[in-house]
């Protein structure tokens, strides 16, 4: 049985996200929606999901994506070139939410919340089945808004933390719900040499679960099975995006068996 969250209000709503943490180290994937077409990012979900990823993590394209290294950016622009927007990603997982037994969370920008508008945004998340949500661009001093219509509709809005001071860490950390991502060192996403990580993860992973039980998982960065070793060794999961949508990039419509085989190997070192 899945773990239950009450929020401030009372209201008692399962926790999905957990499952993803539920006595395994959990292998977090991202893929851009609609790169190259969305009818694809249906197929590679599902192949995401037979290669054992615990969570996947569905990126709505944007046009500014501050967050993300070349890689990623060049996908948003693939998708975009065909005229991807909001409503065709949530048509999508709406397709697939029946046959799809893992988590899916969104990833995605606040101007792109903003504008679609947060109930209808979190009403429509709700209804085709994602649990929760990643905003790099939402300051933790300015997140609650946006938190409390997450809640409104069973959505976990999922903090990031990056190396900082101890203080900021623990206070970002008590609030946290679902997972943590635990952003791997300084600057955008992209695949890293080991030298590139920040050498305090460790501590700080420490510090977050001195204040709080909710996993931690290290993102930015990662892409090979023997950094996932590594990090995995004392946080609680791993997150991979470019390295995957760099998959998608090289193989187009024909990159299912590219991409199982690379994510199987990389589940396979994470437990």
Do not use: W
């Amino acid at each position: 049985m899945l773990p239950l969250l009450q929020d401030t209000g009372g209201k008692i709503f399962m926790n999905k996200i957990a499952q993803a943490f539920d006595h395994q180290k959990a292998f977090i994937a991202f893929i851009t929606a609609g790169d190259p077409i969305i009818d694809k990012t249906k197929d590679y979900i599902h192949t995401l999901q037979d290669a054992g990823v615990s969570l996947i993590e569905i990126g709505i394209p944007f046009s500014d994506p501050i967050a993300e290294g070349p890689t990623i950016q060049n996908a948003n622009v693939r998708a975009l070139k065909h005229h991807i927007h909001t409503d065709h990603v949530f048509d999508m997982v709406e397709d697939i939410k029946d046959d799809i037994r893992i988590p899916l969370c969104f990833m995605t920008y606040l101007n792109v919340v903003f504008h679609y508008g947060y109930d209808r945004f979190f009403k429509r998340c709700q209804e085709v089945g994602i649990s929760g949500i990643i905003i790099p661009d939402l300051p933790y001093e300015e997140a609650k808004e946006v938190r409390d219509v997450c809640e409104n509709y069973d959505v976990t809005l999922i903090s990031m933390i990056a190396p900082t001071s101890k203080a900021r860490v623990e206070m970002i950390a008590k609030e946290a719900k679902g997972f943590i991502y635990l952003v791997s060192s300084m600057g955008v996403t992209g695949t890293r040499e080991n030298a590139s990580f920040s050498t305090n993860l460790k501590e700080i992973t420490d510090t977050i679960r001195s204040v709080t039980s909710t996993p931690v998982a290290v993102g930015f960065g990662i892409n090979t099975p023997e950094q996932v070793k590594e990090f995995t060794s004392y946080a609680d999961g791993a997150i991979v995006g470019s390295a995957i949508v760099n998959i998608v990039a090289e193989h187009g419509e024909h990159a299912e068996e590219a991409l199982y085989n690379y994510v199987k190997a990389m589940t396979d070192a994470c437990r």
